[in-house]
């Protein structure tokens, strides 16, 4: 059977639907693949960063009211 000058055989249609398929699966993926990457950081002021130092016990108390006191200064 022709239809405005192209062939339409079992092929052809197979791989026309297939085609179609596989743009349609490789925009999902891409979707995808966008969503999954991680969010760029908040920006953090300088005593949220010190807060989760210390609560996480990579500063000693002493240090973070050291520190602490010498962020309130500037």
Not at 20 to 46: D, E, G, H, M, T
């Amino acid at each position: 059977m022709r239809w405005n000058g192209w062939g339409w055989n079992a092929w052809g249609m197979g791989l026309g639907w297939l085609f179609w398929l596989a743009v349609i699966v490789a925009v999902v993926a891409l979707i995808v693949y966008i969503a999954r990457q991680p969010s760029p950081p908040a920006n953090k002021s300088a005593e949220e960063i010190l807060k989760e130092r210390f609560a996480r016990g990579e500063i000693s108390k002493e240090e973070y009211e050291e520190r602490l006191k010498t962020l309130r200064s500037t």
